[in-house]
């Protein structure tokens, strides 16, 4: 079946810093891949997502790109904010599904 | 638009009692709805997917009688933790399906609920 698997947090960085959260799945055929966010308090948001090979989904400055060759969907932001501190899930769902499989989150926290 | 409500947000109980979680897609309308499970820094667990007007269909391992799901409408599915015990404990959280584009499904998240059995 499929999974996903994230780089473990938390992660802490200072404001401006660039921010890289790895992500790896495993699946069968080409699934359609996914970052939420989940600030405190809140459900999950989407933050982007890519449904096919070489892909690069984007929004508020942050991108990632679907990478069939290593199965990878590394969340990347060139300079990160105080308000970007959240838990950060990537996911994947099967081609044709709407159900998803979640990475175990990864904890960012931003200082000035 | 998209938004989904959860009630209430957070939930104490007493053991041996049974609580009921409601999830609610305020602005449209939701052909499928899914249960969460997520425990301290974990990943979210798919307990459930529900279709408005037919039974949920269970994930492996969760036990259906203790988790009813019922999905009266295309708005409102509610989920109820009955006899409920310490172990229950945990974030529940729902998300509402609908058809985005016409080519995919989106799944929009509620806020969660927080269930906490003494």
């Known amino acids: 079946g499929n999974s996903v698997t994230q780089m473990e947090g938390p992660v802490t960085l200072s404001e401006e810093a660039f921010l890289t959260i790895n992500c790896t799945y495993t699946?069968?055929?080409?699934?359609?891949l996914f970052w939420y966010v989940q600030y405190p308090g809140e459900g999950l948001q989407l933050l982007l997502k890519?449904?096919?090979?070489?892909d690069k989904g984007s929004n508020k400055g942050f991108e990632a790109t679907y990478r069939k060759e290593t199965t990878s969907f590394h969340l990347e932001k060139g300079s990160v904010q105080v308000s970007d501190s959240a838990v950060y899930f990537c996911?994947?769902?099967?081609?044709?599904?709407?159900?998803?499989?979640f990475g175990k989150g990864t904890k960012l926290s931003v200082i000035p | 638009g998209a938004v989904v409500s959860q009630h209430p947000s957070r939930v104490i109980c007493k053991s041996g009692t049974s609580v009921k979680i409601e999830c609610r897609s305020l602005?449209?309308?939701?052909?499928?709805m899914f249960w969460y499970r997520q425990f301290p820094k974990q990943s979210l667990m798919l307990m459930a997917t529900?279709?408005?007007?037919?039974?949920?269909?269970?994930e492996q391992g969760v036990e259906k009688d203790k988790f009813l799901i019922n999905h009266a409408s295309l708005t409102l599915s509610t989920l109820t933790v009955t006899s409920a015990h310490p172990e229950d404990s945990s974030f529940y959280i729902c998300?509402?399906?609908?058809?985005?584009?016409?080519?995919?499904?989106?799944?929009?998240f509620g806020p969660g609920t927080r269930l906490t059995v003494t």
């Open positions: 996911a994947s769902s099967r081609a044709g599904s709407y159900q998803l499989t």
């Open positions: 699946a069968t055929g080409y699934p359609s």
């Open positions: 890519a449904t096919k090979a070489d």
């Open positions: 602005d449209f309308q939701a052909t499928t």
């Open positions: 529900s279709n408005e007007g037919s039974k949920a269909t269970y």
């Open positions: 998300s509402a399906s609908t058809l985005a584009g016409g080519r995919s499904y989106e799944q929009y």
